[in-house]
T-cell receptor
Framework: DTAVSQTPKYLVTQMGNDKSIKCEQN?????MYWYKQDSKKFLKIMFS???????INETVPNRFSPKSPDKAHLNLHINSLELGDSAVYFC?????????????????FGEGSRLTVL | TQLLKQSPQFLSIQEGENLTVYCNSS?????LQWYRQEPGEGPVLLVT?????EVKKLKRLTFQFGDARKDSSLHITAAQTGDTGLYLC???????????FGSGTQLTVLP
């Protein structure tokens, strides 16, 4: 059973299009995240949700909109795609909020979604 | 912004050699984690260290958290080709409410 699953794994699209990436976790975790990994393999947090509530929204363009219908799902919708959006996007979950008072927030990652904008 | 710098950025060694990867910051972290990422997959947690000076061993891997909780090291003894991957450290800070990832060390172990 896959713990954190995200779809699609690969996405190739034209500039200006709108696309979505879906993520689901079956670990019963409270917190879910979206990370972006650039070509230099640097992992940067984009959003985190705790029990469906937005906790972190880093300096991400508002073309990126996360949506958490329930605490097991966190989807990412991207409007008006740009060349610079090309990257690997990782969904992750943790039992509790990383850096919070409970636990140490270990992350469980999905396999990643490689987005290529042409 | 809390920055975690890893060194070296790239490391290529022969099977059987020992190596150490460093993770340094000017910030104090409540805990520090090490992940390994293989091509086409997400990072996988190896270990979490919490106490300053703490040493944890995972088979041939030895992790140490600095006394001041600002830095950490990962030592691999007798490296194997299966150790090849991207090693990432990540620091947790209550004030930031998130994990800050290091710049990564790409390790290649040659047969």
């Amino acid at each position: 059973d896959t713990a954190v699953s995200q779809t699609p794994k690969y996405l190739v699209t034209q500039m200006g299009n709108d696309k979505s990436i879906k993520c689901e976790q079956n670990l019963g975790h409270d917190t879910m995240y979206w990370y972006k990994q650039d070509s230099k393999k640097f992992l940067k947090i984009m959003f985190s949700y705790n029990n469906k509530e937005l906790i972190i929204n880093e300096t991400v363009p508002n073309r990126f909109s996360p949506k958490s219908p329930d605490k097991a799902h966190l989807n990412l919708h991207i409007n008006s795609l740009e060349l610079g959006d090309s990257a690997v996007y990782f969904c992750a979950s943790s039992p509790h909020l990383a850096g919070g008072l409970i636990g140490t927030g270990e992350l469980f990652f999905g396999e990643g979604s490689r987005l290529t904008v042409l | 912004t809390q920055l975690l710098k890893q060194s070296p950025q790239f490391l290529s060694i022969q099977e059987g050699e020992n190596l150490t990867v460093y993770c340094n910051s000017s910030s104090v972290f409540s805990s520090l984690q090490w992940y390994r990422q293989e091509p086409g997959e997400g990072p996988v947690l190896l270990v979490t260290v919490v106490t300053g000076g703490e040493v944890k061993k995972l088979k041939r891997l030895t992790f140490q958290f600095g006394d001041a909780r600002k830095d950490s090291s990962l030592h691999i003894t007798a490296a194997q080709t299966g150790d090849t991957g991207l090693y990432l450290c990540a620091g947790a800070s209550g004030s930031a409410r998130q994990l800050t990832f290091g710049s990564g060390t790409q390790l290649t172990v040659l047969p």
